[in-house]
DNA sequence: GCCGGATTGACAACGATTCTCAGATATCTG
DNA sequence: CAGATATCTGAGAATCGTTGTCAATCCGGC
């Protein structure tokens, strides 16, 4: 996982908060698509976010940042990362689509209410329910989605 | 609940579908909101669908059964409806908003994604395991949204 | 029936997302 | 490396679901 780190740590770290994993950076490439200067700006740019982020914020922060990339684009590219699984996509209560870059397995999140932090969650027991509940049904090609909302320590 | 159909019922009714509870009629006098003439059309339209529906499919349906509502009123009214909790509403892969009449206890959905047929599901191991995983990250307040999506035996 | 606040509806306004298409680029070929 | 070619980009127009505006209408209570 931190293979790719050269291997200099020190031992006095200052506790990095042991929740988060060091979201890996999205690969257009590995997407089938062209790694292009904006695609790749993109990926970078929602690597560093640590909570689910829109278009339109990922488009503003690489603006203030100096790289030029189109809206259209950072549309596009979101859209497609995500239908390539690169990235999860999911959706705010008003609608928006918002995307992060998490770890390449199925998970779900638990997500703060107030200021986003997001916690990567995994349930064995719900997957299996969810596709019990499915065929019992009768109901075939399965899939879900499950998402946690609640205030974060740090929000109260 | 079908008690509202006069008894003639023959012995040979071709099976209805088994699973379907018999969709109550949200209420919007219930919701704090005068029962106009056009919130119990939406009402009545919402509760005779077995699907999930969005605004504009309700609108259209009431103008080919002659109900004049205007689109905005629609929007108005299961907006509202949905916010004091008499129906359901969830979102569509494009992010649309699609309402739904349901049983008033908390539950999820397996949903078609080919005809939208909706079983409603219980599951109270999920509702214990979500609370769960959330208290353990010290998050509060706790909420979650939970569907199931399959292709149902009548679209295969 | 009459009054005042709630509701409606036609239409404008919005915000997110997608489309269009000419010009810039990545990749492949030789 | 140059040229051919398919892909990608960006600015702005266009879509689309949804909400806001506001005069006309309706509802419930007196
Ligand atoms: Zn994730
Ligand atoms: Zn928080
Ligand atoms: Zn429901
Ligand atoms: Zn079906």
Redo the contacts with the bound molecule.
């Keep these: 996982m931190t293979s790719t780190e050269p291997g200099h740590a020190p031992a006095a770290v200052p506790a990095p908060p042991p929740s988060e994993a060091p979201a890996e950076v999205p690969d257009p ?1 590995r997407a089938g ?7 790749r700006a993109v990926a970078v740019a929602l690597a560093r976010e640590d909570a689910f982020a ?3 914020q990922i488009h503003e922060r690489l603006s203030r940042e100096g790289e ?6 950072v ?3 979101l ?1 497609a990362l995500a239908d390539a699984g690169e990235v999860d996509m999911m959706r705010t209560e008003g ?3 918002i995307y992060r870059s998490c770890s390449p397995t199925h998970h779900h999140h638990l997500v703060c209410r107030s200021c986003g932090r997001t916690v990567e969650v995994e349930g064995p027991a719900v997957e299996r329910w969810t596709t019990a509940i499915a065929e019992q049904h009768g109901y075939a090609e399965v899939s879900h989605t499950l998402e946690i909302f609640g205030t974060c320590p740090e929000c109260r």
Tied chains: 1, 2.
């Design positions: 490439a698509m062209r790694p292009t200067k904006q695609r829109s278009a339109q030029q990339v189109g809206l259209a684009t549309y596009r590219t859209s609608g928006e689509a």
